[in-house]
């Protein structure tokens, strides 16, 4: 009879240890991230895509904002609704990487994970950058444009941000690219839009009117090439200014078909999306240390992922637009 009591007893035990677990496995919540970006373009679609589909297949309960255009208190704003919404990790992409440094610090003293994504902010602690290496893509931007222009002329420099990363970091890479060819001028002043693409088309149109001679423009965020080739076009002068610029939203691919722009380094935002959400999903249910360890380091140890660029002209276009299809960003432009 005792021995018959203690079986059902530890039958018992295993049920119910059984039951808790399931239980447990019931109560557990999702994993709660938020992507910020920088403004409402074509191009953050690309990388919300990449965040619903990382966050579907892993199922997170991830969440995205932009703010219409580039507003750094509208971003910290967002930020700390998301630090008081308990939200488990953080991926940034600061237009200002110095104002974005006490909430940072704030959601990383609360356990939140935060890593930036397509524009860097290093002083923030963030734990890493995932996305463009823009000095040496704007380099890349530099050395063609160097090499449409047969290395001289005048050049405008066109760009949403003067303190981003990604724009300081493009434009310097660009101008150390261009300094090798003394016959090419860039022209004063930058033209600043604070991603507004009505005032990007106007300072445009005034930079041709001031410079007759303007050999061509570099567009550093996703909508200046696109405004500087509207500018050309109704100036007259397609064919006589060139264009090489950041991107490769349907815009640009139509440009490029009809010549308006020379050359596009195309980002892979897509990955900046998906990565962001593995990166972060990892780094909450299997622990920091163990997700840092795996990831790429610089000679200086910091943690960053290189997402690369893709040279995009007329020539490979049709391989360009075959290898998006394959990476699952959706387009409408059809070679
Ligand atoms: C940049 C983003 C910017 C976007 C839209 C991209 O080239 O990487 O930071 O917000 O253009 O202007």
């Known amino acids: 009879m005792r021995k018959y009591l203690a079986i059902s007893l530890i039958v018992l035990m295993v049920f119910s240890v059984f039951l808790l677990s399931c239980q447990h496995k019931i109560q557990v919540k999702k994993v709660r991230i938020g992507i910020l970006g920088k403004s409402v373009h074509p191009y953050w679609d690309v990388v919300r895509l990449g965040m619903e589909e990382a966050a579907r297949k892993l199922d997170v309960d991830a969440t995205f904002f932009v703010p219409p255009t580039e507003d750094v208190p509208k971003q910290i704003e967002t930020l700390e609704t998301w ?11 600061p237009s200002d990487p110095d104002a974005v440094i006490p909430v940072i610090k704030k959601a990383t003293n609360k356990g939140i994970f935060c890593i930036s994504q397509d524009t860097d902010a290093p002083k923030s602690g963030r734990l890493c950058y995932i996305g463009t290496g823009n000095y040496a893509a704007g380099k890349i931007a530099g050395k063609k444009m160097a090499e449409i222009l047969n290395g001289k002329g005048k050049v405008a420099i066109c760009t949403g941000s003067l303190t981003a990363m990604n724009s300081l970091e493009r434009m310097q890479g660009f101008k150390d690219a261009v300094a090798e060819y003394p016959e090419i001028k860039i022209v004063d002043p930058i033209l600043v839009d604070n991603e507004d693409t009505a005032k990007a088309v106007d300072l445009a149109e005034t930079a041709l009117l001031n410079n007759p001679d303007l050999a061509g423009f570099f567009g550093v965020y996703a909508f200046n090439g696109p405004s500087a080739a509207k500018a050309v076009k109704s100036a007259g002068k397609q064919g006589k200014v060139h264009i090489v610029a950041f991107d490769t939203t349907d815009e640009h691919l139509f440009m490029i078909k009809d010549g308006l722009i020379d050359a596009a380094i195309g980002q892979r935002q897509y990955f900046m999306g998906y990565l962001s959400v593995v990166v972060l999903r990892d780094m909450i249910q299997a622990g920091k240390d163990a997700t840092m ?5 610089t000679q200086t140890n910091d943690t960053i992922i290189d997402t690369g660029v893709d040279i995009v002209t007329k020539d490979n276009l049709a391989d360009y637009v075959k290898m998006m299809d394959q990476w699952g960003v959706k387009h409408e432009f059809k070679p």
């Not at 630090?83 to 992409?93: E, K, L, P, Y």
């Not at 360890?293 to 380091?297: A, E, I, R, T, V």
């Open 83 to 93: 630090i008081s919404m308990g939200f488990n990790g953080i991926s940034f992409a």
């Open 293 to 297: 360890m795996l990831m790429p380091k």
